[in-house]
């Protein structure tokens, strides 16, 4: 599905949406209107359906602001990344001390954790090694 990326930028009490592909531009009250708002546009503009394209919203800010935001973006990726690898060496802790004789309440006391919550850990760490 195609989509058009929306350059969302406060003038005044409005946001002007610009869409540099199209070269076309018009305004939202609200920010949240913005999708609405610009969709309408787009499919006004090329006599399409408002569901048949994407809509990559850009919202420009106070250049501090916006580094704050890039930043706080990076340290998100960062969290999911190393949650993942957390997950995964803790799939590995449960499969290999279940292997050496561990029972799955013991696993649960070990990792402080219920032995339900064990018992899932040790599921998906098989369906993933399967």
């Known amino acids: ?3 058009y990326r929306v350059h969302a930028e406060r003038e005044g009490k409005f946001w002007l949406l610009r869409v540099p ?8 009250r609200r ?3 913005a999708d609405e708002m610009a ?11 408002p569901d048949s394209f994407g809509i990559d919203l850009d919202v420009a800010l106070p250049d501090e602001l916006a580094q704050r935001r890039d930043r706080a973006r990076q340290l998100r ?12 060496e803790l799939r590995v ?3 290999e001390a279940h ?6 309440r013991e696993l649960a006391v070990a ?5 339900q919550r064990a018992q899932q850990i040790l599921a998906e760490s098989r369906r993933m090694t399967a």
């Open 31 to 33: 920010l949240t209107e």
């Open 21 to 28: 592909e199209l070269d076309i531009m018009t305004q939202a």
């Open 1 to 3: 599905m195609k989509s």
């Open 39 to 49: 969709r309408d546009l787009i499919a006004t503009w090329l006599d399409a359906a």
């Open 77 to 88: 990726e960062e969290a999911d990344r190393l949650r993942d690898q957390a997950a995964e």
């Open 93 to 95: 802790v449960v499969r």
């Open 111 to 115: 990792l402080g954790v219920s032995h």
């Open 99 to 104: 292997d050496a004789g561990m029972s799955v």
